[in-house]
């Protein structure tokens, strides 16, 4: 073996591990890739919490709307021998009544209710009421308060009363209250009376003949749910923050308990259905 081939076998420590140099590169490099690693974390955590919130909202409006479409599709009015029976004993059963105003705010008489307390005597038949918080005519508990949030909002909520007591036509149902949407922009919900969407119908009244109407269009727009810098430039009241974005929907439910009966008015002659 030569001499520079032993020479090179020679272990020099001075030129063992890493100079001062390489390990403040090592180390920039390795805090580089953590903060490209924090900063992908971070971002999938506030993408996945966003998709949450924005989850949220639509599956609530979308079961309000259900809701909503349900017992509207399942509207019924006492006729016949059944309201004289429901006259004879108002105790037991109040008005056979639809009405509907543009505040906007529903009852109606449903034969979609379904009991949740187990061994509770309750038909399928109840009222129903819809109404758009705040209410100042709503019972205690049913809307929220302004002081309950510091950024007061609308809210669609559907009372309940199985009992079907006797209620006056512009009434608040004291029964079973479920808020559907926390955060509700608008609904508009007009009754078809044979050639045009009305704001307003009530079986109690005599033009409206004790008479369903045939169709209803339901319009609902929610807000979704903004992020937490947006929430707080909104706040804030800062320049240049973006309008809230919505979710519209909206549908046309047929009343089948209206099948058979004449519209309240003759439909235009210019009018068609397309299948």
Known sequence: MTSYAKNKMKKNPAEAGFTLIEIIIAIGILASLSL?????????????????????????????????????????????NEEQAAKSNSDVIGRPMFVLNNTPRLMLMTQAHQSLIAN??????????????????????????????????????????????????DAVLDGVS?????????????????????????????????????MVKIELSVFMTD??????????????VPDRRSLNLSTIVYLMYSAGQADLKEPKADLSWVP
């Open 227 to 240: 992020d937490a810098l947006t929430k707080q430039a909104r706040a804030e009241n800062l320049a240049d």
């Open 36 to 80: 490209y690693a924090v900063r992908a974390l971070t971002n999938q955590i506030e993408t996945r919490n966003k998709l949450q919130l924005s989850n949220e909202v639509t599956h609530a409006a979308h079961a309000a709307m259900m809701r909503l479409a349900e017992d509207l599709r399942h509207a019924y009015i006492l006729t016949g």
């Open 178 to 214: 479920q808020v559907l949407v926390n955060d509700l922009k608008e609904l508009k919900l007009l009754a078809w009376n044979g050639q045009d969407f009305l704001p307003e119908w009530n079986t109690e009244r005599s033009d409206f003949g004790k008479k369903l109407p045939k």
């Open 120 to 169: 509770r005597a309750e038909s399928n038949l109840a009222y129903a009421q819809y109404i758009v918080c705040p209410d100042l005519s709503a019972p205690s508990g049913v809307c929220r308060q302004a002081s309950d949030s510091a950024t007061p909002t609308k809210q669609l909520v559907r009372i309940v009363d199985p009992s079907l007591k006797k209620v006056a036509d």
